[in-house]
């Protein structure tokens, strides 16, 4: 199967559609980006529901296999390629821990940051939705404080994510999800580790060289 | 490593918990459940943290190493105990479908039914908060109606919920959370296929067995 080209069906600006492109560019799987226009909703096309009757970006397609939820095509794509590196060692009990993480950030990383983007930068900017009022704001900037403080008191301590001593898909995973914060030019300051770990995992080629598109759009919609 | 008991920290009344039991059962995995008090905050201890950083339930040990998250564990033990059935098959495409399911279900199945479960019974009963208002019930029926509408039609096509021809390891997590809707006594009438499908769990012997402490618990306080 490590023959078939895999096809990406997704977007440079969608944080788990950069997740796996960075995974094949960080283990020189070839892709292909098929781009899927969530503003036409070909998420919820009957074709795209064939590839993931889940309606939701990323799914990739590997001959004729096809798989959606990014945690889940990481693991498949190291299985299939044979993997092993420091982003998902494939030690069982090292990539178990990450696997781990990837499954932590669902109801962590996801529960802090979505409200925080949509009610106050993606709503009101892209979809029309009224400016967020002041209770909101300060109930959503007090529950992302809370995450950032959290996972600075983990990077403070000398270690990665998932409590590994070297940076591995799950920083990658929250490095996409926390880029997004760049639109309103966040300032990490208060979260020095944060702040510290969030420079070093941008420092990583392929990361940048995925981000290169979201730090575009920033660039014209500013 | 298979010779190393594996311990369950965890309780009975927690669906993710009931999961991983479950999975020992249905793949004959030996293992001791260590009951973790979550109304003494035994989650936040720091015995506790030591063996799950994310003070969360269920964590395994198993020798000297630990593991959270529900979805990490199932596939950690998959892999450790070399397990092949048809609950999480070792083939790679099978258990990837499966390990999709498992994180869509963080996003979708808990996103649905938690707001229902808490803000309707569980905060009310047992956390002495508000009983719910007219509107935000309204709000929470309509999100798990949607959301059962949404399975009923997976159902009613003739396949489980990872799009699976027989019951998986997926159909347990599901069953696992919707359960805790028997403590209203939950009518699924109105998803007839939804109805079928939760009988049809109900009825694997293992599923049955770990879900009785929950049902005692509902007599109990009923």
């Known amino acids: 199967m490590t023959d078939h080209p895999i096809r990406i069906h997704g977007l440079n600006l969608s944080p788990p559609c950069r997740i796996v492109m960075i995974f094949c560019k960080l283990h020189n799987i070839p892709y292909e980006l098929v781009v899927v226009d969530l503003t036409k909703g070909e998420h919820k096309s009957p ?3 064939a590839i993931n009757p889940y309606g939701q970006v990323p799914a990739i397609t590997h001959g004729s ?5 990014c945690g889940a095509i990481i693991y498949y794509l190291a299985e299939a390629f044979h993997t092993d590196s420091q982003w998902f060692p494939s030690n069982p009990q090292l990539r178990a821990i990450i696997n781990s993480s990837l499954h932590w950030h669902h109801t962590n990383t996801m529960k802090a940051l979505t409200p925080y983007l949509f009610e106050k930068i993606v709503g009101p900017r892209f979809f029309g939705r009224p400016q967020i009022t002041v209770e909101k704001e300060a109930e959503v900037t007090a529950n992302l404080d809370a995450f950032l403080r959290r996972i600075d008191t983990i ?7 998932a409590r590994t001593s070297s ?3 799950a920083d990658i995973l929250l490095f996409s999800y926390l880029s997004q914060l760049e639109m309103e030019n966040f300032d990490f300051g208060p979260y020095k580790s944060v702040r510290k770990w969030y420079g070093e995992i941008d420092s990583i080629p392929a990361v940048r060289e995925v981000h290169e598109p979201l730090r575009q759009f920033i660039q014209n919609v500013s």
Do not use: M
């Open 47 to 49: 074709e795209f529901l």
């Open 167 to 169: 940076p591995t898909i």
């Open 155 to 161: 990077f403070e301590s000398g270690v990665y994510i």
């Open 65 to 69: 296999f096809s798989l959606g939820e």
